[in-house]
C-alpha cells in the first residue's frame, strides 16, 4: 500500500505525519479552476482536480496506491478567499476578517487504485468531502496587520492567515476541527481511508 499526498504544502506533510501514515509526496501541476461559487463543492472540485491529475502521471505505478487531493479555502459573508496575490490582497483580507467570524472550508478527495486481482480490480474507488470550521479574530489593529503581513507567513495561505503560526494570538476561538483550518482534516480523512489501509 502507498499513500501519495497531492500538495505541496508543508501544513498537510505535518498533519499526515502526525497520524502516523507513511506517504510521499507528488506535486499536482493542474490548471486550478472551478466555476462552482458554493465554497464546499468548490473546494472538493479542486481538490479532485489535483488528485485526478497526480493519478494520471502515475500511471501503472498507482497500483495499490492511495492518491490524497486537498484544497482550502475561507469564507465570509458570500465571499471566497483563497490565498492573497500579493502584500497588499493580504492586507485586505486581513482588514475584512479583522473583529469578526468566518468559515474555514477543506475539501479532500481521495482516490484509491486496488491492485491487480483484489476485489474490483484495477477499478478506481473515489471518496470527496470537505469539513467546515467557524472561525472568530479578534480586531487588529492597522500596524498588527502591517506587522504580520511583513512577516511574509500570511502569502501562501488561504485567508492570508495560518492559524498555528504567530497569527495565533488574534484567534478568538473555533467551532470545529482545528486541523481543518490548518490544511488538512486528518481525523475524517483516516475514518474515510481506513477500509482501504487497514
Known amino acids: 500500500m502507498k499513500i501519495v499526498l497531492a500538495s505541496a504544502s508543508p501544513r498537510r506533510r505535518e498533519l499526515l505525519e502526525q ?16 466555476a462552482v461559487l458554493d465554497p464546499g463543492q468548490l473546494v472538493e472540485e479542486l481538490s479532485r482536480q489535483k488528485a485526478e491529475a497526480v493519478l494520471a502521471a502515475l500511471e501503472e505505478a498507482a497500483e495499490d496506491t492511495i492518491v490524497i487531493g486537498a484544497d482550502t479555502v475561507v469564507a465570509m459573508e458570500g465571499h471566497i478567499l483563497g490565498k492573497p496575490a500579493d502584500s497588499e490582497d493580504a492586507a485586505g483580507m486581513l482588514e475584512g ?4 467570524s468566518h468559515e ?3 475539501g479532500v478527495t481521495l482516490l484509491y487504485r486496488p491492485a491487480a486481482g483484489e476485489s474490483g480490480g484495477s477499478e478506481i474507488c473515489r471518496k470527496t468531502f470537505y469539513e467546515r470550521t467557524k472561525v472568530s479574530f479578534y480586531s487588529l489593529t492597522k500596524k498588527e496587520i502591517s506587522d504580520y503581513v511583513s512577516s511574509g507567513e500570511c502569502l501562501d495561505k488561504a485567508g492570508a492567515y495560518g492559524i498555528q503560526g504567530v497569527f495565533a494570538r488574534y484567534v478568538r476561538g473555533i467551532e ?18 481506513k477500509e482501504w489501509i487497514t
Open 19 to 34: 497520524i502516523g501514515l507513511p506517504f510521499e509526496v507528488r506535486v499536482s501541476d493542474v490548471e486550478e479552476k472551478a
Open 104 to 106: 474555514v472550508y477543506t
Open 97 to 100: 476578517l479583522s473583529g469578526k
Open 176 to 193: 470545529g476541527d482545528y486541523n481543518n483550518v490548518v490544511g488538512l482534516p486528518v481525523g475524517r480523512l483516516y475514518q474515510e481511508a
